[in-house]
């Protein structure tokens, strides 16, 4: 089935730094969205994208539908204490039907004061 | 701005119990979805809906089952709770494909 393969799965990095994150699949998606997940709550979607090449960008969060139609790219610039916690990639699941999505497994991310 | 809710934030329960989550989404949309969430397998469906009193099984429906009888309120019922089933559950609600979470049910079965 599709499967959508994010990294890196964890992340640890200094206050103020960028972060870059990633997101494939061995199938062409027409649809990708970024999600954050803080601890103990729901996702949140971050973030979507509907057209291979389409950059966007949400405050300092920076989000691209990779040309191949099979990745997507999530960049969060000068990182902030309230960055903390899981980003999802997300894409719609045709096998088993419109309007469901497959999710990817998570990069976690923690940050050091 | 796209509001879910969700009936209890934590649950402690026996097993054995029926256990009943209720969610409620107030923009309209047409679908809904159940999920559980457990560290190191991600975000797993168990159920969604894609219209009142329609209902379709998800990755993992064994041992739960739904109901939609209005458009706006979509319930999770565990039939018999077991402690396996001690998960977070989330639910969600969408239009396209944009999907929008509640908080989430943190479900503990003992």
């Known amino acids: 089935g599709q499967q959508l393969n994010q990294s890196p799965q964890s992340m640890f990095i200094q206050e103020g730094e960028d972060v870059s994150m990633n997101c494939t699949s061995s199938?062409?998606?027409?649809?990708w969205l970024w999600y954050k997940q803080d601890p103990g709550e729901g996702p949140v979607l971050l973030i979507a994208?509907?057209?291979?090449?389409e950059l966007t960008s949400n405050g300092r969060l920076t989000a691209q539908f990779g040309i191949t139609r099979k990745d997507s790219f999530l960049n969060i610039s000068a990182s902030i204490p309230s960055d903390v916690g899981i980003y999802f990639c997300?894409?719609?699941?045709?096998?088993?039907?419109?309007?469901?999505?497959?999710f990817g497994q998570g990069t976690r991310l923690t940050i050091n004061p | 701005d796209v509001k879910v809710t969700q009936s209890s934030r934590y649950l402690v329960k026996r097993t054995g119990e029926k256990v009943f989550l209720e969610c409620v989404q107030d923009?309209?949309?047409?679908?809904m979805f159940w999920y559980r969430q457990d560290p190191g397998l991600g975000l797993r469906l168990i159920y969604f809906?894609?219209?009142?009193?329609?209902?379709e099984k998800g990755d993992i429906p064994e041992g739960y089952s739904v109901s939609r009888e209005k458009k706006e309120r979509f319930s999770l019922i565990l039939e018999s709770a077991s402690t396996n089933q001690t998960s977070m559950y989330l639910c969600?609600?969408?239009?396209?494909?944009?999907?929008?979470f509640g908080p989430g049910t943190r479900l503990t079965v003992t």
């Open positions: 199938s062409i998606f027409n649809t």
């Open positions: 923009m309209d949309h047409e679908n």
């Open positions: 997300a894409g719609p699941s045709f096998i088993q039907g419109a309007q469901k999505l497959v």
């Open positions: 969600a609600s969408s239009y396209y494909y944009e999907q929008y």
């Open positions: 994208l509907y057209k291979a090449g």
């Open positions: 809906s894609y219209d009142v009193k329609m209902k």
